[in-house]
């Protein structure tokens, strides 16, 4: 037998959602041919949901990008690297001659390894002295690392998935954590069979709120308020914990003095007065109580404000700091979390470093071997879309589909159309590829070496298993042969470790986390200041990360969403996710088993409302909003509420047709969780 014909099994990370799940690749004649369970993952312990188990059916899918593409007259035609890269190159250099750093926009993947964004933002900095450079993490948890950097003094979740299990109650508040994240997911059900109570706050009857203790029911985006309301009942039941709040919190009093007026709310949220109380009562009642959510809380004009107020429950009842308590984002991407701390962000460096501050300029100057970074605060990537054309006239787009993912599908579309010259680099021919100048092929995870950070802060290893296909090049290599022929110093960094050495000896609190550590299963959950630090599961234990070592409470008042129900749209839509399907499907869809689970899109509607428009099951409708309209198909239910809706966000020509562009003043996070609509039946199924 020859050497190739062995099957061979490469120990790799899922390239789907932030849980992290380690797995093998099954490697047949230098193909992947399959995927097999690594039952010694302390993450997932051999365990794959759908998406995971056929995740390496795309990887040798014949859509697959495999050359450059250059538009001509409006066609792509095949190129050769050089040509590609030059002409990239070239108009790089033109936008920044002639317009100067503000006139690009940098957008990077949270899809693809650490290296791949950690080698992206340096190219924008070094090259175009730019901070126009942001990743996709300010359309999912934006509002997390901006809330709980202002609650806790660091953006990230303060504990584990597994550490769940070590908790008194969990509150599941926006996180559909059964389909989204699902062997974090498991942890749920492990912590329901050991006893341990469940209340999942949500306004849909979600297959997580469905396996919890008790479903709260609550009104969408009245996040504040209902928290708010808890917040009253536990000071007037003097349950908070005043000895955590003495030496650990500021901001108290302005707490106490804001949720003061929001003693019966129900009104606004729709919770009744005695399930407020008996939630609020049992989560500070609890000796270790945690907090998990997700996107429910973030998605909306209110979401950092919805993020501090997670923490503010967490701060008011001194669950922080110790196993079995915390707040819990599960991040999305299976490598959010990464992107953020490799620098991919408009305002800081990796590791949070910020540009505004002199000295951490002139470290990074000395690092990379440059002078001149830029000290202002970058536009963000849905800001950047907005000013196509006006401010930004170059657009780098590294593994993002915005013409399915952001919001205002007919917007982007207008937007992109503005720029003079925009790259993408991707795997497949996406929808936004469409608007492209040039298009990159990149490799996929299986076919290169790098790291994703996962929802608890893990760092795991992603292995080559097999070749990229055609033409196609790791997207390191792509990066770096381009900042070569552009002229700019200290892109030599051939392989995924250089990369990550490159990024480690200017970042403090990932010093320590060297390849060899992560090679180990448990591999190494950052901060990891120095070769001999272990990592740290837990945050917060001493004290929080705040200048001043202390935790904030912040008096936060309700604010309603952007675009409310009305006569004209009298609907509220809600988005999310479904089990089998991942955001624009690029790689799910190439699997045939998670395409016929659900090959097209549906709305959720009210059993009243439907038999009012005289809907039936499996019905055509028309969603129609200020902004554009979607055609599908009518699932009649009770699981939501009258007058709301729900999509998800998987189906071009979608749902983010309709959704409102509007942002968190604080994130930029749009409101794609919320916008109002009408029904239309069309008929026919
Ligand atoms: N299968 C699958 N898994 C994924 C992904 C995927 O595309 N497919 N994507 C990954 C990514 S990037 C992310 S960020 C996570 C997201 O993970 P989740 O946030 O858990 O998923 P969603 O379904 O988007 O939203 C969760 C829930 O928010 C609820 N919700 C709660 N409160 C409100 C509210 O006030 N308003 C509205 N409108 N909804 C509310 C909705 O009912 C919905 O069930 O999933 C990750 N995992
Ligand atoms: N209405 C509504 N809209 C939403 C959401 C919602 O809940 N509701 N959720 C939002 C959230 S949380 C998120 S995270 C975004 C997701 O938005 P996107 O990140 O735009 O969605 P993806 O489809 O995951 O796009 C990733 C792209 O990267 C490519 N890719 C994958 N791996 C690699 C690689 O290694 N290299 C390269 N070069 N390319 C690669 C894929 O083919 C794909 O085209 O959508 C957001 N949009
Ligand atoms: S839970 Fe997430 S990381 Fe684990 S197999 Fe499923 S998609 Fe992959
Ligand atoms: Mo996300």
């Not at 040798?60 to 007259?73: E, G």
């Not at 959510?293 to 404000?305: F, N, Q």
């Amino acid at each position: 037998m020859s050497e190739s014909n062995l099957v061979k099994y490469v120990q790799t990370t899922c390239p789907y959602c932030g849980v992290g799940c380690t797995l093998n690749l099954v490697v047949k004649n230098e193909k992947v041919v399959g995927v097999e369970p690594y039952k010694r993952s302390p993450i997932n312990d051999g365990k794959l949901c759908p998406k995971g188990l056929t995740c390496w059916e795309h990887i040798h899918s014949p859509d697959r990008l495999t050359t450059p593409l250059i538009k001509k007259d409006g066609k792509f035609v095949e190129a050769s690297w050089d040509e590609a890269l030059d002409l990239v190159a070239k108009k790089l250099k033109e936008t920044s001659d002639k317009y100067g750093p503000k006139a690009f926009g940098f957008q990077t993947s949270c899809r693809t390894v650490n290296e791949d964004c950690y080698i992206f933002q340096k190219f924008a900095r070094v090259g175009f002295k730019t901070n126009n450079v942001d990743n996709c993490a300010r359309i999912c948890h934006g509002p997390s690392v901006a809330g709980l950097s202002l609650s806790f003094g660091s953006g990230a979740a303060t504990n584990g998935f597994e550490d769940a299990l070590n908790s008194d109650f969990i509150l599941v508040w926006g996180s559909n954590a059964l389909e989204a994240h699902p062997l974090a997911g498991r942890r749920l059900v492990q912590a329901k069979l050991k006893g341990i109570p469940i209340y999942a706050v949500d306004p849909r009857l979600s297959t997580t709120a469905k396996i919890a203790d008790k479903w709260i029911q609550f009104n969408p985006s009245t996040h504040i308020a209902l928290a708010n309301s808890m917040m009253y009942w536990i000071i007037k039941a003097d349950k908070h914990d005043k000895k955590f709040i003495e030496e650990r919190v500021n901001g108290f009093e302005e707490l106490k003095a804001t949720v003061e007026k929001y003693a019966d709310a129900e009104d606004i949220h729709g919770v009744p007065l005695e399930t407020v109380k008996e939630l609020a009562y049992k989560y500070a009642s609890a000796k270790s109580a945690v907090i998990i959510y997700c996107l429910g809380v973030t998605e909306l004009t209110t979401g950092t404000d919805n993020v501090r107020s997670m923490g503010n429950l967490a701060l008011l009842t001194g669950n922080v700091g110790r196993p079995g308590t915390g707040v819990n984002p599960l991040r999305g991407q299976n490598n959010v979390q990464g992107a953020c701390d490799m620098g991919a962000y408009p305002n800081v460096y990796s590791g949070y470093q910020k540009c505004e501050i002199a000295e951490n300029r002139a470290k990074m100057e000395k690092a990379w071997g440059v002078t001149g970074l830029p000290d202002w605060y970058g536009q963000t990537l849905t800001e950047q879309i907005n000013i196509c054309g006006d401010e930004i006239k170059t657009m780098y787009i590294l593994g993002l589909n915005p013409v399915v993912t952001y919001p205002d599908s007919n917007h982007v579309k207008r937007q992109l159309e503005k720029l003079d010259f925009l790259v993408v680099q991707d795997i497949f021919f996406t929808e936004t590829c469409q608007y492209a100048d040039v298009i990159l092929p990149g490799a996929c995870f299986a076919e290169k070496d790098g790291t994703f950070t996962s929802g608890e802060r893990r760092i795991n290893r992603v292995r080559k298993a097999t070749n990229p296909p055609g033409k196609a090049k790791e997207d390191i290599w792509i990066i770096s042969e381009l900042a070569k022929k552009m002229g700019l110093k200290g892109f030599d960094l051939p392989t995924a470790k250089d990369v990550w050495d490159d990024m480690r000896n200017c970042t403090p609190s990932m010093f320590g986390a060297t390849y060899e550590k992560l090679e180990k299963p448990e591999s190494i959950v950052w901060p990891c200041p120095t070769l001999e630090h272990c990592g740290t599961p837990i945050l917060h234990c001493e004290k929080f990360a705040c200048a001043d070592g202390k935790g904030n409470l912040f008096g936060i008042e309700y604010r309603p969403p952007a675009e409310v129900a009305d006569a004209e749209y009298p609907f509220t839509m809600m988005t999310g996710r479904l089990i089998f399907h991942y955001h624009s499907r690029t790689q799910t869809d190439r699997s045939a088993a998670l395409h016929y689970e659900v090959p097209a899109s549906y709305v959720q509607i009210n059993n009243e409302d439907a038999r009012r428009l005289g809907i039936g099951q499996h019905e055509k409708i028309l969603i129609t909003s200020r902004r554009g309209k979607t055609e599908t198909i009518a699932h009649v239910t009770d699981e939501i509420g009258p007058g709301v809706l729900y999509m998800t966000m998987h189906f071009n020509e979608g749902v983010n047709n309709l959704t409102n562009t509007v942002l968190d003043p604080m994130s930029k996070m749009p409101e794609l969780k919320h916008c109002a609509v009408k029904v239309e039946k069309i008929g026919g199924n």
